[in-house]
């Protein structure tokens, strides 16, 4: 069982940045493809950002591409979001997901609740 722990979220106004991470347990961490999803209030669930085992990423929601910036650390179980330039439609919790793609099972955080508002 693995499990995911999502960190620094929080109220941040128009225009600035946050960085959210991601702690993973157990020993297999470098060979999950890691994603960042997140939920706005009255919406599904979307993705936001992906990155794979040997650390090619993309961006793949609307608006985002050129502001976040998802990276991983394999040595330290942990990924990471780098939000910039954030706006109002930004506000949602964001999750941490992970793909067992040999077990074919993936897992979930608790989710991180960012709020951007002046």
Known sequence: QVQLVESGGGLVQPGGSLRLSCQASGPRFSTYGMSWYRQAPG??????????????????????????????DNAKNMVYLQMN??????????????????????????????????
């Open 43 to 72: 919406k599904e669930r979307e993705l936001v950002a992906a990155i794979t085992t040997s650390g090619g990423s993309t961006n793949d929601a609307d608006g985002v591409k050129g502001r976040f910036t998802i990276s991983r």
């Open 85 to 118: 330039s954030l706006k109002p439609e930004d506000t949602a919790v964001y999750f941490c997901h992970a793909w067992d793609s040999d077990a074919n099972v993936d897992y979930w955080g608790q989710g991180t609740r960012v709020t951007v508002s002046s």
